[in-house]
């Protein structure tokens, strides 16, 4: 046992130290004086050097060797661990720095090509990004496919295979009713302006509602939403618009989702390898059974009407039925993280194709932009008008995110199966969600799911609360019924 | 050369570092959600065990007896360094703990006897306190003096002879300028309700005109006010309370001359060990000059009134006159953070002479109060009526920080010594301060003090600064002068 405790003492230190680079990261986004970036830049470097060098110190590999795990919770902290120390100990230490450097000055370039819808000037960096990432992934996988190197990353034990095979089962079934949708008449749309005190007021109280832990937690304003840390201090942050409190209100329930989830964690994982979200694909199923399944069901909007007439008196849409297709209007867009519940999926449908053939080199970054708008015109009936709101519109590939994108549309179908599940294990959900009690879906959440952070592989834990093996089919029956009804087709 | 540009970029990272574990604090005064705190113990223990690993590195040492000091920056950097490591290296790694553990529990001990005005419940754990802080004097001290091995770690090269002695020569004048003020009739009292947001805003608004870079800093409230970090990234905190404007404005005016100083340092020592403050007694002196020997000036206050009446109409004061009386109106308390000019000091003495004989074993924790007490009533005139009013008032020695109340009172010295010269050299400064100008004295304390960071020792730079060997003289000249202007004695 000693090796193994030493390696856990040794682990709850460094887990501890991420937490603090975590928050140096909140910090930015939220409190960090407008000049102090430079200095800022150093002290992260300098996290980040403390951390990799816990990750891939020898003493880890000793530790490992010697420990004899005694059951099932101590099996899967030593595989986290060891998983950990792999992954550091296989990129070289030369190669890292170099992806940090490019990818640094990468996201600048990105960010003035955009400006000026410019793919061209973007491409060059882009192509350097795609080679060292490539490298990258060659290293991880060890002759095995470099996709799921990276893919693994973020998605441990998922194959692209696998999430090609599910998501060309969902892309056609979401492009017709796409289409189907549109061509029925619109539901209307919000008008008027909402003050952002009141919205920032409602969406602290709808945070409380679905169990965020506030004396664990806090809500602040960002640019850009997110939530971020673990355990006892997990925080969100949102943002505001005059003429769109729904901005507000569902990405508040969206960062909720995730920080839920951390909170969730049975606390004897705190500061273990088992203290976190198992997976991006997990953590997006919580974040958006949040922020669609419940939060923008018929139930929760028919309560959430009157919180918002309370908060801004009469806004112009007449009653609860109307309320719920004006939360769930579909319509045309170029953007990811605007799209509807409908779009959203062919939108990172389309980005993982195309990251699949960039990494496979069956596509040159020369061609991307081409082959974005041949895409984007197929599954959605519009041609791009500009690079900004097309191949230049997400920061991911500039920072050499591959393998993210796809974990989104995982999470969705995840989302999709555990509400399933949720709703038979929960028959009368819908009477709790109308009075704005979201505890016998947030409860069901924690048992099934939240609870287990890291102590089961991602596809097993979501296997388990569903009572079948993870599929996109409960997506697309949930998004039919859903958006059928509400517009009548 | 190699020796030394390699100690000075792992230097870099560990002033970096030490910049993150600052953050946390402050952060935790300010922002951690109320029950992130046995989390927030362990993230700090490991930022302090990877600080400390890095200060005892034994690279460091090889480094510093290769390294050559080609000039006179260089050789000032390497003085620091090797004091860090020779300092850290000194004391047993087993003893450090110890001391952490036991100045946690006695702090909480402190506080719940405190709360009930009983010395008694709070002497045994303090007796274990001032234990180990001997050990490690001790340690430190290697066979010389132990309370001069404390006091060096706040104030580099001070000797408790020396200020002994100054502050010996400055007691009788303070004891006789108290006495004569208190018979004398006392100016008016501040009375009313003073909007608290109000209070904020006209408290950054008296930051900036103090020269704060509100880009590389930022104003929040805190229970106790604090000034945090360093180079780009310097934030303070003040408080506010309803009935007393003047404890936000001059905690604020205090907390912008750490600031300041922290901002006013060469920017070519960002993050090297020159650049932060170079000793507690010299910040002390920056934020004391700026509270005092600028903020209640007669001329800034006549600027101040127009401001306050400004933010909260006509509150009761007549004229200029009246409001810098009311501004430095002297009374009876017992309660050091809370005093005035004259009576300040008094409070430290007392503590300075207390301590000294508590470390040489002059006198035992068991009559600690009633020495207190004593000397309380000697110097003030008036009995302590209980311990919350007395001997539990301050958090320090819970803490084990001994060595470190002479500061202040050296800091008040040193701000005596630098308002003289800045006078002599700004002839003309009432004129600016009454105009809300405070660039002429800021200019000349960054000139002579702040940039200079730690390049010289502290008693070198404030008698550079004043062109004469620093002592009490000034302080006591200038108290009585202004005291003695504003009672009519």
């Not at 089962?169 to 949708?181: F, I, Q």
């Not at 923008?296 to 109307?322: C, H, K, N, V």
Request: with cysteine; charged share 25%; glycine share 8%.
């Amino acid at each position: 046992m000693a090796a193994y405790e030493d390696l856990m003492a040794f682990e709850r230190e460094t887990q501890a130290l991420a937490q603090v680079a975590g928050r140096l990261g909140w910090d930015q986004e939220t409190m960090m004086p407008r000049d102090a970036g430079p200095q800022r830049g150093e002290e992260m470097a300098a996290m980040e050097g403390v951390l990799h060098a816990r990750r891939t110190d020898p003493r880890v590999a000793d530790w490992l060797e010697a420990a004899e795990p005694v059951g099932e919770v101590e099996a899967a902290q030593l595989h986290h661990i060891k998983r950990s120390y792999t992954r550091a100990s296989k990129v070289p230490a030369k190669l890292a720095a170099q992806i940090a450097r490019v990818t640094s000055e990468a996201q600048g370039t990105w960010a003035a090509a955009r400006e000026v819808d410019d793919f061209a000037t973007f491409a060059p960096v882009l192509r350097e990004v795609v080679a060292l990432k490539r490298e990258e992934g060659a290293a991880l996988s060890a002759g095995g496919d470099v996709y799921d190197a990276m893919l693994d990353d973020y998605e441990p034990g998922a194959t692209a295979a696998e999430l090609a095979a599910m998501f060309d089962a969902l892309r056609p079934g979401l492009v017709a009713l796409r289409s189907a949708v549109l061509d029925a008449p619109a539901p209307p749309e919000l008008q008027g302006e909402f003050d952002e005190g009141a919205q920032m007021k409602l969406s602290r109280q709808i945070a409380k509602v679905f169990g965020y832990d506030m004396a664990m937690g806090r809500v602040d304003k960002a640019v850009h939403p997110f939530s971020s840390g673990s355990g006892l201090d997990v925080r969100i942050t949102t943002r505001t618009s005059q003429s769109d409190p729904f901005n507000c209100i569902f990405s508040t329930i969206h960062e909720v989702g995730h920080a839920a989830y951390e909170q969730g964690i049975d606390r004897r994982y705190l500061l273990t390898p088992l203290g976190g979200g198992v997976s991006m694909g997990v953590h997006e199923s919580q974040s958006r059974i949040y922020e669609n399944q419940i939060g923008r069901s018929r139930a929760f909007t028919g309560w959430l009407y009157g919180q918002m007439r309370d908060a801004f008196g009469d806004f112009g849409i007449a009653d609860e039925d109307t309320f719920y297709a004006c939360v769930n209007r579909v319509q045309n867009g170029y953007i990811r993280t605007e799209a509807d519940e409908v779009q959203y999926n062919l939108h990172v449908l389309l980005r993982f194709d195309l990251e699949r053939a960039l990494i496979a080199r069956d596509l040159e970054v020369e061609d991307l932009e081409g082959a974005w708008n041949e895409r984007f015109e197929a599954d959605f009936g519009v041609a791009v008008d500009r690079a900004s709101n097309g191949v230049l519109q997400d920061v991911h590939w500039s920072v050499g995110l591959f393998g993210y994108f796809p974990t989104y549309s995982l999470g969705n179908v995840y989302a999709g199966c555990l509400n399933e599940a949720m709703r038979a294990a929960v028959p009368d959900l819908d009477s709790a969600l109308a009075e704005g009690n979201t505890a016998p879906a947030t409860d069901w959440l924690r048992e099934n799911v939240q609870r287990h952070g890291g102590l089961y592989a991602p596809r097993d834990l979501i296997g388990q609360a569903n009572g079948a093996t993870p599929s996109e089919a409960p997506l697309l029956r949930y998004l039919d019924k859903k958006f059928r009804g509400i517009y009548g087709i």
